[in-house]
């Protein structure tokens, strides 16, 4: 390569560094960087504070021989075209062509401390025609003299080995690696730059990265103002079913659009957004919402988050969806005041949120996410609900939607379209931090105590018993299984509930619940199986204990496979009056807690309570009668008679469930202690009964007068006779 010497030799010293450095990298093994196929324009930039400016190689090659010995490893003169160096001083920018040749590969560098900032344009990153190289300066000695020498009035650049690398560091980047679609948008940084624009932050300190000048919150094409047509009563609140006939008419707005693809929507109070739907570019649409309420399509993440505290996201599912169903339009309202339902229930800023897309969506796995920020929900228990929008009330369920909370934020993920809003409820005001504590430390003792003793009678049973088992000691068992699994889940929920994982608090959820139920069921078996022996009917039932069998174990089996299939089993969190919270994984659903659980156990205390009470009838009555004979049993065997019904019979749960007003909390006392010796009274219980070998005890019962046992089975006798 030769250079003009007129002026050289003032800043030749310093453009030597930059030749230097290059013959340096070169060296290392960058060369051409030129490949025939992909047309990479290859440039090195290297630091020099006492040079900023352009090195290209061009025309000055006299032969091929002579761009060998500079370049090193290339052999064609055309790929010398390719290659430039450009040097930066601190706070230097320099502007570069990458040849003349290709106009349209321009980029600007800049120093910038320690960092390299490169603005590109986007058709630059598009093409794919670049490469570059980075060179940190360490440690280079070079001889001058040995680079150029002065003959006939020009310079003329050799390769010498007097250029000594000291551990130079070099780093390869390709722009459309870091530049695209995940690249941020900065204002401060893009001031004055066109929106085509990537700012690339090369350094070696950090990662580097990549901002573009793109603004990812997008204005809307056009406005549609229209009246609002008797939307508002007379106190300014919006009638749920002209809501509902708005969202409706939003096909009819796409005509008013035109030519345009978004459009702001104004009826009064109530705002908006509809935009087309493009079948070439099907993408998750992200929608934020102003202060004002006005919303823009914001195609950044981050964005989002950092500049709206209100957003929604319909997902690339929903788009393709509503493509494949024939669907033009995405279209969002936001109503500040609706109506509210028959329950007068609050809404969190007294706003409702419909989405629509013309078609039916449902049951997506990408759901609909609505999330608010910066939201003040101390003292209340927030869920996201959803109305299909008949009716002239809205009758709000938390059906296809799910809540999540983190800090002041709420979260709804939801299957479908349709209106949303979060409702908020007080948490109950008797239920302090100071109960909740102490019930959860006597919860868990107990169920520890309770497991201990229903083990020892599953080991004795298993392992120790030799003799065959009545029916009675088969279905005592199974209610010790179903009790020992129900503690075992208990004690593990709150724990898995911490985990945050959707999958383990489902499944521990569903098998706490199947034992529970199971549970319920072995109680009302324990009744029914009583009720028979005491009329000696289970005798002429054929397969008796299969049936009993699945009873207890299948039928609870199906409604908890029903309850999955609908979803209700999801983390929960109990409030107390100090603002924390205990999660835990259940079910959230009122209505299905109050109708399965709560209905299911009254009606089986019905009967329990029903053969209880008939029993202890017998067991006074049976005790007069043999004081009248000189007989008396001792008070203590009837007292644990009387105790052990209470716990076979599962009487004591009444307690949990029955308790309303001001005995909430002693009642759930008295449930937490009374439960804590359950395993132990059964325990004893089968102890006792255990004694008595022989199908279902009939040798007991034909001897009214030795029946002194405490086993609630010996008085049977005396309530046949």
């Known amino acids: 390569m030769t250079l003009s010497s007129d002026g050289l030799r003032l800043s030749m010293e310093g453009k030597l560094w930059g030749f230097c450095l290059t013959t340096a990298i070169l060296l290392c093994g960058i060369g051409c960087q030129y490949n025939s196929s992909e047309h ?35 052999t064609l003169q055309k790929e010398i075209l390719w ?28 120093k910038d401390e320690h960092s390299h900032i490169i603005t590109l344009s986007k058709d630059v990153v598009n093409k794919k025609e670049l490469n570059l190289w980075f060179l940190l300066r360490k440690n280079i000695t070079c001889n001058p003299s040995q680079f150029y020498q002065n003959t006939t009035g020009s310079v003329h650049l050799t390769v010498m080995p007097a250029c000594i690398n000291g551990g130079n560091q070099t780093t390869l980047v390709k722009p459309e690696t870091l530049c695209g679609k995940n690249s941020t948008y900065d204002a401060d940084a893009c001031r004055n730059k066109t929106p085509d624009t990537f700012i690339l932050k090369i350094t070696a300190k950090v990662p580097n990265s990549c901002l573009t000048c793109d ?38 707005l796409t005509e008013r659009i035109g ?108 759901t609909i996410d609505i999330e608010y920020r910066n939201i003040d929900k101390v003292g209340f228990n927030v869920f996201c609900n959803s109305w299909n929008g008949k ?66 009678a599953l080991f004795k049973q298993f392992v120790i018993s030799k003799t065959k088992s009545s029916q009675a000691t088969k279905i005592l068992v199974n209610l010790f299984l179903a009790m020992l699994f129900l503690n075992l889940t208990f004690l593990t929920n709150e724990t898995i509930a911490a985990m945050g994982s959707y999958v383990a608090c489902v499944i521990i959820a569903a098998v706490m619940h199947y034992s529970m139920l199971s549970t319920f069921t072995w109680f009302l078996i324990e009744a029914v199986h009583l009720f028979l022996q005491l009329k000696k009917l289970n005798a002429n039932i054929k397969h008796y204990m299969l049936k009993v069998y699945v009873v207890g174990w299948v039928l609870p089996a199906l409604v908890v496979i029903v309850l999955l299939g609908l979803e209700k089993y999801k983390l929960m969190s109990i409030k107390t009056d100090d603002g924390n919270s205990v999660k835990m994984c259940w079910i959230t659903d009122i209505y299905i807690h109050y109708g399965v659980n709560i209905g299911y156990y009254a009606w089986v205390f019905v009967w329990t309570l029903t053969i209880f009470i008939i029993v202890v009838r ?56 009374l439960n804590s010796f359950q395993g132990f009274f059964l325990f004893l219980y089968y102890y006792n009964t255990n004694k008595i070998v022989g199908d279902d005890r009939n040798s007991v019962f034909t001897n009214q007068s030795t029946s002194t046992s405490s086993n609630i089975y010996d008085v049977t006798p005396s309530l046949n006779k």
């Open 40 to 74: 990479r324009h290859t440039v090195l930039i290297v630091d020099d504070d006492t040079y900023s400016g352009v090195i290209r190689n061009g025309k000055g090659c006299a032969s091929q021989t002579n761009c060998s010995d500079w370049i090193g490893n290339c």
């Open 83 to 110: 290659f430039c160096i450009i040097s930066t001083g601190e706070n230097t920018t320099t502007s570069e062509q990458c040849h003349p040749g290709f106009p349209n590969c321009t980029f600007e560098v800049r």
């Open 215 to 252: 603004n990812p919150v997008k204005k809307p094409d056009t406005n549609i103002v229209l009246p609002d047509f008797q939307q508002e009563s007379s106190s300014g609140v919006i009638s749920a079913d002209l809501a509902s006939e708005a969202m409706k008419n939003l096909s009819f």
């Open 259 to 366: 030519n345009f693809s978004t459009a702001t929507i104004s009826m009064g109070k109530v705002k908006g957004f509809l935009s087309r739907l493009h079948k070439e570019d099907p993408k998750d649409i992200n929608f934020g919402f102003s202060p004002n309420k006005n919303l823009r399509i914001v195609e950044d993440r981050y964005a989002l988050k950092k500049d709206f505290n209100q957003s929604v996201r319909v997902s690339k599912e929903a788009y393709d969806m509503a493509l494949n169903k024939s669907g033009t339009f995405v279209g969002i309202l936001v109503f500040p005041s609706m109506s509210q339902d028959e329950k007068k229930s609050i809404v969190l800023n007294g706003e409702v949120v419909g989405i629509d897309m013309g078609v039916h969506i449902a049951n997506l796995s990408d």
């Open 391 to 456: 009716g002239k009330l809205p009758n709000w369920t938390t059906d296809g939607c799910q809540t999540l909370e983190s800090n002041n934020s709420i979260t709804c993920q939801c299957t479908h379209l349709s209106f949303f809003a979060i409702l908020m409820s007080p948490p109950p005001k008797n239920i302090s931090a100071s109960d909740v504590a102490s019930l959860t430390y006597i919860s868990y003792i107990g169920c520890g105590f309770s497991m201990f003793f229903l083990g020892i």
């Open 618 to 673: 017998r067991i006074f009555f049976l005790r007069k009668t043999k004081a009248g004979e000189g007989q008396n049993d001792p008070a203590s065997k009837n007292t644990l008679t009387i105790l052990g019904l209470l716990f076979l019979l599962g009487l004591t749960w009444g307690f949990a469930f029955f308790s309303f007003g001001p005995m909430v909390i002693p009642s759930y006392y008295i449930f937490s202690i």
